[in-house]
T-cell receptor, first 113, second 113 residues
């Protein structure tokens, strides 16, 4: 157990819908990262927050957004869902914001029908 | 853009043999290189990492080497065991602020007894 928690574990929804994925970092970690893992694209970095502020952005679609709250938990919002958004979404956390070891949560498996 | 190439995509070895996985990266500014092991349906777990000021690091049966000039790093597993069977991912830190990682496509290692 890495200490990073994610909810829900599984999510099944329909195209066009909106979902929210939640992540709680390890105690003491200030950075939260979101990654998408699909069979054809592998592990893709989406976005990083550090102490409530956006720090880095990857291949995140405009339909996706995220935020980190004062208690340091983070939410990833996915809207206007498409079939191709079906994937495993991982959250990871680290102590600092640069060159720090990242610990992954168990992931949320999203299935869009 | 920034890229990490990982080879081979699959690797089959006999128990007790060594396994080597190689990665190359494109961004000369990358200075943090972790390796993750992912079992089916589970989270990526950090197994070893190396920073750019170090050429080699070892932890029991696992070692990583880094050649910054060639932009190349490798994972070496000695005395492989069936429980080493998993997908292994290499990663490199991205140029932009933060600790976001670019991942290789993964290597599926199968160790047969």
């Amino acid at each position: 157990d890495s200490g990073v928690t994610q909810t829900p574990k599984h999510l099944i929804t329909a195209t066009g819908q909106r979902v929210t994925l939640r992540c709680s970092p390890r105690s003491g970690d200030l950075s939260v990262y979101w990654y998408q893992q699909s069979l054809d694209q592998g592990l893709q970095f989406l976005i990083q927050y550090y102490n409530g502020e956006e720090r880095a952005k990857g291949n995140i679609l405009e339909r996706f957004s995220a935020q980190q709250f004062p208690d340091l938990h983070s939410e990833l919002n996915l809207s206007s869902l498409e079939l191709g958004d079906s994937a495993l979404y991982f959250c990871a956390s680290s102590v600092g914001e640069n060159q720090e070891t990242q610990y992954f949560g168990p992931g949320t498996r999203l299935l869009v029908l | 853009g920034e890229n990490v190439e990982q080879h081979p995509s699959t690797l089959s070895v006999q128990e007790g043999d060594s396994a080597v996985i190689k990665c190359t990266y494109s961004d000369s500014a990358s200075n943090y290189f972790p390796w993750y092991k992912q079992e089916l349906g589970k989270r990526p777990q950090l197994i070893i990492d190396i920073r750019s000021n170090v050429g080699e690091k070892k932890d029991q049966r696992i070692a990583v080497t880094l050649n910054k000039t060639a932009k190349h790093f490798s994972l070496h597993i000695t005395e492989t065991q069936p429980e080493d069977s998993a997908v292994y991912f290499c990663a490199a830190s991205m140029r932009q602020a933060g600790t976001a990682l670019i991942f290789g496509k993964g290597t599926t290692l199968s160790v047969s007894s």
